[in-house]
Nanobody, 117 residues
Framework: QVQLVESGGGLVQAGGPLRLSCAASRSIFSICVMGWYRQTPGKQRELVARITNVDNTNYADSVKGRFTISRDNAKNTVYLQMNSLKPEDTAVYYC???????????WGQGTQVTVSS
């Protein structure tokens, strides 16, 4: 079992920055694809950004150029730097660790991000 613990959420004004962190409890972190997802009430959870174990990244169109995902395998931690935040970025943000071959698929408990206009 892997535990993922997100931190860094909170209330921020539109245009401001926020950095989310997700720490994993086990060293399998280094072989997993790490992703950030978000969800608002009544909507499906959506991918925000993901990073592979060789640092390939992809982003949702809505956050390209504003958000940056990165990982530190030595600290078993993945980050999401969010800049130029917009009210529509308001959501619960979840961290995910998965490996399509080994079948790992773990989620964090979520952290609330609220962007005020």
């Amino acid at each position: 079992q892997v535990q993922l613990v997100e931190s860094g959420g909170g209330l921020v004004q539109a245009g401001g920055p926020l950095r989310l962190s997700c720490a994993a409890s086990r060293s399998i972190f280094s072989i997993c694809v790490m992703g950030w997802y978000r969800q608002t009430p009544g909507k499906q959870r959506e991918l925000v950004a993901r990073i592979t174990n060789v640092d390939n990244t992809n982003y949702a169109d809505s956050v390209k150029g504003r958000f940056t995902i990165s990982r530190d395998n030595a600290k078993n931690t993945v980050y999401l730097q969010m800049n130029s935040l917009k009210p529509e970025d308001t959501a619960v943000y979840y961290c995910r660790a998965d490996h399509p071959v080994y079948g790992y698929d773990y989620w964090g408990q979520g952290t609330q991000v609220t962007v005020s206009s």
